[in-house]
Each structure stands twice: as C-alpha cells, then as structure tokens.
C-alpha cells in the first residue's frame, strides 16, 4: 500500500475517533492503533504523521500509558494532544504537574501564528479544554506557541524535530478552528497531499470483502437502519446472492417501517441479494413485559433478537460470514473502541449468536462516523431517502417508551412520531434537523378534555443538530409547529393529553430519551 498514512496512537481518550475523522476530512487516510503497538510495526507503515490522543492517566504516574521514546527520533512529525502533549513533554524532559483545578470548557487560547500549526489561525480562538495535569516547564529545546489565563503551555513545538504538542484538543466542534490546525499539521508539516477520497473507501472495502470472503455464504442482520442497510449493499455489491439478510420485525420499529423495509430490500426491490423477513412482535413484547429500567430492556432485546436470528439462521444453515452495521459510535460508547470506557451497552454491538455457525464477522464500517456512512451510502447508489434516513437505534422504541413497554404504549408512540415527523417534513425543517423523534415519557398527569378530566400521558418531543453524534443540540423549531404538532398529538393520538418539548443538551442529557 503506497497511500498515504496518518497514525493516531490511541491512550484511552473519548475522542479518539474524531481525531481520524478530521485526518479523513484533510482527505488523507488514517488508521487507529492502541499506545501499545510495537515501534517495528508503526515503522513498517512508513507513517507520514504520528498523532498521540488524550486519556485518562497521568503520564508521571507508575503505569501510566505509554510509548516508546524512539517515536520522537524517527523523522516523522509527531502531534500531541492533551493527554498526548504531556506525555511527549514528560519524556522528553519538561514538566507536567496536577493543576489545583480542572480546567474545562471553552477557553480562550492566544496563539503564535507564526507556528505553522497555527497558520491561518486567529490570534485569539476559542479552545476546548479538558484537562487536570499541564504542562508547567516546557521540554528542552521546544518553543511555546500558545498559552491560556491558566495554562502558560497551551501548545509547543520543536520544528527541527517535528515534535508538536497540544493542551486542548483540536478534534472537537468546540475549538472553533481546530480543524485548521489539525489540517494544517497533516497537510503543511506532515506534507500529505491528500489525495485519499470515500470513493476509495467504498473500492477497497468491496475488494477486500470479496477476497475475504471467495465463494462463502455471508449472513447480515438488515434493520432497515442506515447502517445495517448500508453495508448490506456494500456486501451485495461484493458478493451478491451468496449474502441473505435477516430483517426481524420486533414490533419497535416506527410506524410503517417494517413494509417500507420490505419493499426496498424484498424480492420486488432493488438488490441483489436473499431477502427472509420474520415477523415476532409478540414474542419481544412477551419478554419485555413487566421490564421498566432501560438497561435491562436493551439487554432483553438484544438477546431475543439474537435468539430469532439464531432460529433464522439454523434455518439456513452453515454460513461463512456474518455481517455486522457495527459504526464507530456504537463501538466507542460499548466500550470496545480501544482503550476507551463504556457509555452504554449497544444493542448492535457486543450481543453476538451463540448457536450461528459461521466463521467470521465482516463489520465494514467499524471505523466511520455516521455521516461518513451516508456518504458510503451514496457513493453506492442508495436512494437518498433510505442514506438520509434518520438514526434509529436497535432497541428502537423499546428505549423511547419510558417504564414498561406494551403493544399499547408501542402504538401511543408510533402514532406520535409519524405526526410529528409528518410535520416537521411539511414545515420543511426534515433536512436541516438532524434526529427527531416522539417519546413516551411514563409520566400521566391531570388534563381536561371537553367537559371531563382526564388522566393521560405525556409525550416528549425530541430534536437535535449535531454532526458526529458524540455531542448535540437540541434544534430550535418555530413555536407554530410544536403547537400544530401538540395539537395533532393530543386530538389525533388516544391516551395523550400533554406534549413536552426537550431541549437539553448531549452532553448532559443523550440523544435518546430512555
Ligand atoms: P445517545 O442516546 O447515546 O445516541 O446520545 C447517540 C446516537 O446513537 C443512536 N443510538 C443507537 N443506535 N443502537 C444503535 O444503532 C443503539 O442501541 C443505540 N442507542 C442510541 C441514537 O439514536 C443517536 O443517534
């Protein structure tokens, strides 16, 4: 492989990813590897930059996470952020100390912009800070070139050894201009050309799949979901009818999504491949009975819709391959993304057929964000609506519906959500929104209707803007929709008698509302 590598060495940070992500951005290709990957190996890769991430330790500590001295003398830049930056500092004779203070948020770094890092840069941005220990001595022969009210080594480099570290951390949204910095330490010091583009990805990804898997059987979980259905064609497209899919309806799916699933998917669709769709509504709606803590619910679903795919499959045979939608997100908050930590279990990810037979998993978008996956999409030739589709996530509305889950509640909630999202789409907002949904909040509360009182729920309306989904906000819709969509809700939907409108955050609050 002659293309040009970024490596990012992984030390247990939440935003390992992103980091990638932007490299990929710079259109230059990236690859993931955990602090403890032999130096033969990265230097076998002939990386064109070295990127060390953020994490949990404190680099002066025993056992703290680290990497071998020598990856500062190969010729190859070296970035470090947070985490990253003490560490190259600590060993190569600095000082990082614990502040008496954490600094966190948004923080107002004064750059040099004589640094190419900084290049282009203004002289005052706004940074995301995330930090206990910092750099209080900067190491020998580096220059400091940015500084914050509370951090005198805000960043520092030594160009002749093309050495870079960095307190704050570039690959979030909220250093207004890190992506420029992150380009400009990719592009300009590590002299990449970017000549890496997804139509690259979606190549490689179909010929890798079909070396992998020959003549072989391939077996895909299909949801519906972008993700699932996304590589699901990419599996087609590769190996066509040696791949079935296996669509479970659980009966938390949206209002007529299960068809609509069909329709694209099934014989009369568009693709080549083996379609078998299992209708179990009741058999999910028996096990979640008398089930209320959100945990657990997503732990029920995710092993009875093993145990129906497990009987699908048993029908079928032995099979070579299993495929999985898996996306990164999925893997970093299931804590399986490298030296991270868990966030919450992940229906798709980590629950996996005990009784399949089959060899091997092909997750061929493990390493790409959401919208990255859209892309893929369409560099296939999905239809935009099913690529633009809104995340839905595997418990589906199992984790929407608050306290237990019932073919009633399951209805009340279907129902609100195609109002409210029949709405949106007519106020014309569909595209600009990123994810939109009803929730059953367990809540019933005094009303009245008519003449008479009622004792009815409540439903939580849910929007938010976001691009990796890591973070989010939640979107300001025009007070005369949610009113039109209340008022829908209440007179349309039985059971309902209050409409709520969420608009807390990620981080604090989740996307979801579970
Ligand atoms: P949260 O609620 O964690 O959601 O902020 C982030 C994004 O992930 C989706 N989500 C899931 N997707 N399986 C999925 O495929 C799941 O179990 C799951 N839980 C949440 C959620 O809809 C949002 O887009």
């Given at each position: 492989m002659d293309k040009e590598l970024v490596i990012v060495i992984d030390f247990g940070g939440q935003y390992n990813q992103l980091v990638a992500r932007r490299v990929r951005e710079c259109n230059v290709y990236c690859e993931i590897y955990s602090y403890k990957t032999e130096l033969e190996k990265i230097k076998a890769m002939a990386p064109k930059g070295i990127i060390l991430t953020g994490g949990p330790s404190s680099c002066y500590e025993e056992g703290a996470a680290t990497c071998s001295e020598e990856l500062f003398k190969l010729g190859i830049p070296v970035l470090g952020l947070c985490y990253g930056a003490q560490l190259m500092s600590h060993m190569l004779g600095g000082r990082v100390e614990r502040a008496e203070v954490r600094e966190y948020g948004k923080t107002e770094v004064k750059v040099d912009r004589t640094s190419a890092l900084f290049s282009d840069v203004s002289e005052n941005t706004i940074c995301w800070m995330s930090h206990f220990d910092y750099i209080s001595k900067e190491a020998p022969g580096f220059r400091i070139v940015a500084s914050t009210k509370n951090c005198p080594v805000a960043a520092a480099e030594c160009v002749e050894r093309g050495l870079y570290a960095i307190q704050f951390h570039p690959e979030v949204l909220h250093t207004l201009e890190g992506s420029k910095m992150l380009y400009n330490f990719v592009r300009n010091i590590c002299g990449c050309t970017g000549d890496w583009k997804m139509e690259a990805f979606v190549e490689e990804a179909v010929n890798s799949i079909r070396e992998k898997v020959g003549s072989g059987k391939v077996l895909c979980a299909l949801s519906g979901g972008v993700d699932s259905s996304v590589a699901a064609v990419l599996l087609s497209k590769a190996v066509g009818e040696q791949l079935t899919c296996v669509f479970v309806d659980h009966g938390l799916l949206r209002k007529n999504e299960g068809d609509e699933v069909e329709e694209v998917f099934g014989s009369e669709g568009n693709y080549d491949l083996n379609f078998i769709r299992v209708n179990a509504q009741e058999r999910f709606y028996g096990r979640l009975a008398g089930v209320t803590e959100p945990e657990s619910k997503r732990k029920i679903i995710g092993e009875e819709f093993i145990r129906v795919f497990e009987e699908e499959a048993k029908k079928i045979g032995a099979v070579d391959f299993l495929v999985q939608g898996t996306i990164y997100p999925d893997v970093v908050e299931s804590g399986l993304g490298g030296e991270s930590s868990v966030i919450k279990s992940h229906h798709n990810v980590g629950g996996l057929p005990?009784?399949?037979?089959?060899?091997e998993i092909i997750e061929p978008l493990r390493n790409l964000f959401k919208d990255e996956v859209r892309r893929v999409g369409l560099e296939l030739g999905i239809p935009e609506k099913l690529v633009y589709r809104q995340p839905f996530p595997g418990p589906g509305l199992g984790i929407r519906i608050i306290g237990e889950v019932t073919a009633e509640k399951v209805k009340i909630v279907q129902d609100a959500d195609a109002i409210y999202r029949e709405e949106i789409a007519d106020a014309g907002l569909d595209k600009s929104i990123n994810q939109y949904f009803a929730a059953l909040t367990n809540m019933k509360s005094v009303g009245v209707m008519g003449d008479e009182r009622t004792y009815d729920y409540a439903i939580a309306l849910r929007a938010v803007n976001t691009i990796d989904f890591m973070t989010a906000e939640s979107a300001q819709i025009p007070y005369e929709v949610l009113q039109k969509v209340t008022s829908r809700i209440i007179n349309e939907v039985g059971h309902v008698n209050r409409v709520l409108y969420d608009i807390t955050s990620k981080p604090p609050g989740t996307i979801e509302f579970e």
């Open positions: 005990d009784y399949v037979d089959f060899k």
